[in-house]
């Protein structure tokens, strides 16, 4: 059905129809009413392409997930505990909204080609990016399109050197630096003089942030940064199982070890396992972000909790107003935290 037949069903002229769809304010609620009843009796759509022509907006949002690290695991993103709930997320949310999601992953740099594609074609009326990379060049390039854009996990402080601050960007980041200090001096609290540190990508803002607690607490505390326990994990399940096996064959362990996540937490927890190292018994072992499985394992593991559904709330809703109503100004939201304390820790005291 055309939007002739129902503006024919309902006595108005095609133009009077096209506003009501657009909720122009000036139409009559008697006609609006009528309007809407023939629209919802015949189950009518708009046509997109028809409105992407008339200026009008496509009620889709982009979402881009950026792992430029796992290039080699065809389900890399779907599977993995940071990204799938982030995933859930921003589309629950957006239904919610009235709006579409298309999600696209990228996993190299010549994917952001695509990324920046969906908005030239006006297929987005706007778009989130979450897992960008230390990439400033990226960010100019696709927020200099003047399109509605939101970066999960980024750098502020770069924004605004780069000058980027513009009106319709928004960043929105989780408390990672207050998180990892929380953790750190938990496991101090315990009487861990010795803590090692498996690292994530430091390219990243989340990773910057993490390993920077880590440093600041121990030095705060007067304890030595040992680097023979700083693990590369880059927030990959192998990387930390193959570093955590290299520190065991070392000869020497921390008495606890302050994961940048929790996969890595876990891969870690295996490896010892299988070395014969009991956690939390030998070494504690704590995490970051509290996926679903640090619950369920055995012992279960000690994580901090990373807010992932408020993100990707406030990620949607400034991009929904943006694309609505416009914003006067950059913004930028920061969640807190919260430490969960399980059984994959001890006291030394």
């Known amino acids: 059905m055309r939007s002739e037949d129902i503006a024919k069903l309902a006595g108005v002229s095609r133009s009077t129809v096209s506003r ?16 809407l009843k023939i629209i919802e009796q015949y189950h009518y759509e708009p046509n997109t392409s028809a409105r992407v022509l008339a ?23 779907y599977q993995n505990n940071y990204f799938a709930p982030f995933v859930d997320a921003v589309i629950d949310t957006a239904n919610a909204a009235g709006y579409y999601v298309l999600v696209h992953t990228v996993y190299s740099k010549e994917d952001f080609v695509k990324v920046k594609q969906a908005f030239l074609q006006k297929r987005i009326d706007g778009g989130i990016i979450v897992g960008t990379q230390k990439d400033i060049d ?14 999960i996990d980024y750098d502020i402080g770069e924004i605004m050197e780069h000058h980027l601050d513009q009106n319709h960007l928004a960043i929105v980041n989780s408390k990672d630096y ?45 304890l030595p940064v040992e680097e023979a326990f700083r693990l590369k994990g880059e927030f ?15 000869g020497r362990l921390p008495t606890a070890i302050f994961s940048a996540n929790d996969d890595m937490a876990i891969a870690a927890m295996e490896a010892l396992k299988e ?75």
């Open 275 to 349: 070395h014969g190292v009991r956690v939390p018994d030998d070494v504690s072992v704590i995490g970051f972000d509290d996926v679903p499985v640090a619950s369920q394992i055995v012992p279960s593991l000690s994580s901090v909790r990373l807010p992932i559904y408020d993100m990707s709330r406030e990620a949607v809703n400034k991009i929904v107003g943006m694309c609505e109503a416009g914003l006067s100004s950059f913004g930028t939201s920061s969640f807190p935290t919260q430490l969960i304390q399980r059984d994959s820790c001890r006291s030394l005291r």
């Open 55 to 77: 200026g009008k907006g496509t009620n889709t949002i982009g979402f881009f997930v950026v792992s430029l690290a796992e290039q080699h695991n065809v389900n890399r993103i």
């Open 236 to 250: 990959l399940k192998q990387n930390a199982y193959d570093e955590a096996i290299r520190l065991i064959r070392s």
């Open 138 to 151: 990226t960010v100019r390039d696709i927020g200099g399109l003047g399109m509605p854009l939101v970066l």
């Open 178 to 222: 207050e998180g990892a200090t929380a953790a750190m001096e938990y496991l101090i609290g315990l009487g861990h003089r010795e803590i090692g540190f498996i690292a994530g990508r430091l390219t990243t803002f989340s990773g910057r942030q993490r390993a920077k607690a880590y440093e600041d607490a121990l030095q705060r505390h007067g």
């Open 20 to 35: 009501v769809i657009n909720n122009y304010p000036d139409i009559p609620q008697k006609t609006r009413d009528k309007v």
